[in-house]
């Protein structure tokens, strides 16, 4: 006989640029995702059975994630208790010392909570520089975590004006990727917030000689389509540009096509962050607190 399994929730952040993704992948692939590393650590627990993760939110090949979620299963030998939160939480970061990954805290929640399907909403942030002519020109402390789109400036108020069409309840077809999910998974999507402020850079303030401004785009929803906060960026930076008038923005969203998005627009990985996944907090007190 066995102690039965114990289910925790844990919050997670990485540096995405080396990874093929936050989801698994096979393991003679020459780049792994974020989840291999978790759960070859996680089996340093000593479990019974192996550990899996299960991924509330996924996000691609060089895509960060100042903090994603996810849950798993730990069953110990008879007699042995359950784990505390703060053991899960140092004893993994032990072991991915290695990797730019990092547990930040962990909860015991019920056997019935899911990570993706308890989620409340998720937050993502793109980062943006302006002043660079080129994108050789980035602070090598920013390199990988930010855009710099071609121009010396950017048309704020045309895109703050345009990103108030993405508010709301929509087709959001348009602002897809095309992809496998395409048939299941169902188009609509309720964008709570989408926001455009400016921001600083790390270390910004010993190189303000250069004029260099920091932007950031913050979306919010319960779930998101395939690549769409790339393209809802992309689409922003290109009325900020005059390439795209902001009613076109509208008149995207109405033509409910990914074939009809301007091509070249997507905005690159570098500068997506997930930032937070949202969780009702009766959910994360089943077991008590969390380990910081």
Request: proline share 7%.
């Amino acid at each position: 006989m066995h102690s039965p399994k114990t289910r925790y929730l844990v919050f997670f952040q990485y540096f995405g640029t080396n990874y093929s993704g936050v989801m698994e992948t096979l393991t003679d692939q020459p780049v792994l995702g974020v989840q291999n590393y978790l759960e070859r650590a996680a089996q340093n627990l000593r479990p019974v059975t192996p550990i899996k993760f299960y991924v509330s939110s996924r996000t691609d090949t060089g895509v960060h994630a100042l903090c994603n979620s996810a849950h798993l299963d730990i069953q110990r030998a008879a007699g042995k208790p359950p784990l505390p939160e703060s053991v899960i939480v140092s004893a993994l970061n032990y072991y991915l010392k290695p990797e730019p990954i990092r547990i930040l805290s962990a909860y015991r929640v019920s056997d019935n909570f899911h990570a993706r399907f308890s989620a409340l909403s998720r937050t993502y942030v793109y980062r943006l520089v302006t002043g660079c002519s080129h994108h050789s020109q980035i602070p090598v402390f920013e390199r990988d975590l930010c855009w710099a789109p071609k121009g010396d400036h950017l048309n704020v108020p045309a895109m703050q004006e345009a990103a108030g069409s993405l508010l709301g309840t929509h087709d959001f077809s348009t602002f897809r990727s095309v992809s496998s999910e395409k048939p299941f998974k169902s188009p609509i999507k309720t964008l709570a917030q989408a926001d455009i402020r400016p921001s600083s850079g790390f270390m910004s303030h010993h190189y303000e000689y250069r004029g260099l401004q920091f932007w950031e785009l913050e979306f919010k929803s319960r779930s998101f389509l395939y690549r769409q906060v790339r393209r809802m960026a992309g689409a922003l930076v290109a009325v900020g540009q005059g390439r795209l008038a902001p009613y076109r923005i509208k008149e995207l969203l109405e033509i409910r096509d990914p074939l009809a998005y301007p091509l070249n627009t997507m905005a690159p990985a570098a500068g997506l962050f997930l930032k937070s996944v949202e969780y009702d907090e009766a959910d994360l007190e089943t077991e008590g607190n969390a380990a910081k």
